[in-house]
C-alpha cells in the first residue's frame, strides 16, 4: 500500500466533500454571511456612480444614438466593431440616454456574469471554490468600474467567460448545441472587441497543441472532439468576416494615436492597478493581493494551517488559465509594437475572468483565518475602491460645463482642444451655445480617428486662432483644454497664447485629479 503524497494528502484537506461550501461546521454559515452580504452590496454597486460621463461612455452614446445604417460608418472612424454599439441602440430606444439609462446596460451584463463564475467556479474546484469565485468578484473595483461604464467591457468578460465553459463542455462531449453555442460566443466577442483575436488566437494555439497529444497518446474519442470544438470556433471567426473590410481600414487610418505601444512590465502594473481600483496606495494593495492569490491557485496547494505547498510545473487545471492570460498579454504587446497600438488595462476584460478563477482557486488553499484575513482584505479594500467609483469624477466635464454656462452669453463660442474633450462636455452643454473643435472646426460630439496624427501634424495653431477669432467677431470665445494628452501636449497651449495675444485670458477653473481632467478659460469680448 502506498503512502499518500504530500500534494494528495493537501488535496483531501483543502478540497472537501461538495455537500458542505466550506466543510468547517460552524464556519460555514458565518463565511456565507460574508459572502452573501459582499454580493449584495455588489449587485447594487453595479447600478451606481455619481460621475459624468467621459470621453470614450460619451462616444458610445453618440454613436449607439445614430441611425443603425449610420453605425457601421462612424465606426470606420472610431475603431471598435458594431456589437455592443448596436445593443446600446436597442437599449436607448426603450430606456433613454440618461447616464444611469445608459450605464445601467453594463451593469446587467455584469449580473448575468455572476452566475457564470458560480458555475466556473464550481467546475474548477466544487463548491467552495464556487463561493469563493463569487466573493473574488463580488466587489471587485474592476467588474464594478466596468459595469458602471457605458462600455463594451463586462459584456466582454460574460462572453469570455461563456466561451470557457462552452469549450470546457464540448471537449468532454461535443454536442450540435455546444458546438453552436461556441461557433456564436467566438463571433459575438470578435463582434465586440479586437482584443478578442489575441485570446481566441491562444485557444486556437493551445488546442492544436492538444491534437497533437492526443494523437501521440492514441486519445482517439478526445482527438475527435477537439476537433469539432476547432471547427466550431473556426465558423465563429467566418461570421465575422462581413466586417473584416471595415477592421482593415481601421487599421490603416486609425489605431491608437492617444499613446505608445507599452512594454510587457507595462502591461503588468498597469492591469494590478486597474485590478484594484487604479492608482492609489490601497488599489495598488487589493491589485497586488488578488495577482499573488491568482499566482497561488496556479502553484499552490494547501496543506492545511498555515501552510501552502508551491509547485512550480503548476496546478494542471489552473494551467489552462495561466496560458490564456500569458499567451494574451505575450501576443498583443508584440502586436502592439509591431502596429503601433497601445494598451490600456480595460481590454484586458477578455482574460480578467480567469484571473479572477485563479485567485478563488489560491483562496481555497487557505485554511480558516487565513482565509478569514483574505476575504476582509478583498472586501474591505475592495469597498474602498467601490466607494470612489461612486464619488470620484472620471471627468471635469461637468465641472466645465457649469463654469462655462455661469458666465456665458447665449451666442458664445466654446472651443475644444484636444477635440477629445468635446464629446463629454457637449453632452452637458447640449445644443447650446458654438460649440467646434481643433483643428477643423468639426462638431464636439463624435471624433473622428482616421489619419489622426497626419491631420494634426498638418494642422496651423496660428491660422486656427485666427479663424476662431473671425468666426467669433464680438463674442465671449470660452477655451476648453488640457495638456494631459501625447497629441496636444504643446498644440493647446499654443492656442490659447495665440487667443490670448488678441484678447485677455480668465481662467474659470482648473484641471483636477479626474481621470479626464479638463480647464476652462474666458476670453471676453473684445473692448469698444
Known sequence: MSVPSSSEQAAAAVEPDDTDPLAWGSWTRAFHVLIVGALLAGIALRFVTKSPLWLDESLSVNIARLPLGDITEALRH???????????????????????????LSGVFSLAALPLFWIAGNRLGGRRVAWLTLAVVAVSPYALRYATETRMYSLVMLLALAGWLLLDDALRRPTLARLAGISVVVALLLW??????????????????????????????????????????????LLFLPWISVLLYQGAHTGTPWARPVRPTEMLTFTVADLGGGGQAEALVLGWFVALLALTGLTGIGLGGSKVEVDLATRP??????????????????????????????????????VVLLAALGLAQLSRIPLLVGLLVLFGLGAIGGYRNITVPRSDAEHSADAIVARADDDALVVYCPDQLGPSTSRILGDRFDQVTYPRFESPQLIDW???????????????????????????????????????????????????????????????????????????????
Open 450 to 528: 482616421t489619419d489622426y496624427k497626419e491631420r494634426l501634424d498638418e494642422a496651423d495653431v496660428d491660422d486656427f486662432a485666427a479663424q476662431l477669432l473671425e468666426r467669433a467677431g464680438d463674442r465671449q470665445i470660452f477655451l476648453v483644454y488640457s495638456t494631459n494628452y501625447i497629441t496636444h501636449e504643446e498644440t493647446c497651449p499654443a492656442l490659447f497664447n495665440a487667443i490670448g495675444a488678441q484678447r485677455p485670458p480668465e481662467i474659470l477653473t482648473d484641471t483636477t485629479e479626474a481621470w479626464e481632467p479638463s480647464a476652462v478659460v474666458l476670453f471676453a469680448q473684445p473692448e469698444g
Open 78 to 104: 472610431d475603431g471598435h466593431p458594431p456589437l455592443y454599439y448596436v445593443l446600446l441602440h436597442g437599449w436607448m430606444s426603450l430606456f433613454g440616454e440618461s447616464n444611469e439609462a445608459v450605464r445601467a
Open 192 to 237: 465586440t472587441h479586437y482584443w478578442a483575436m489575441w485570446l481566441l488566437a491562444v485557444v486556437g494555439v493551445a488546442l492544436i497543441v492538444h491534437v497533437v497529444r492526443a494523437r501521440r497518446a492514441g486519445r482517439d474519442d478526445d482527438l475527435r472532439a477537439t476537433f469539432k470544438v476547432m471547427g466550431a470556433m473556426v465558423v465563429g471567426g
Open 317 to 354: 487545471k489552473a494551467r489552462p488559465f495561466a496560458i490564456a492570460i500569458i499567451g494574451t498579454v505575450i501576443l498583443a504587446c508584440a502586436i502592439g509594437y509591431l502596429t503601433g497600438a497601445t494598451y490600456a488595462s480595460r481590454y484586458a476584460s477578455v482574460f480578467i475572468p480567469f
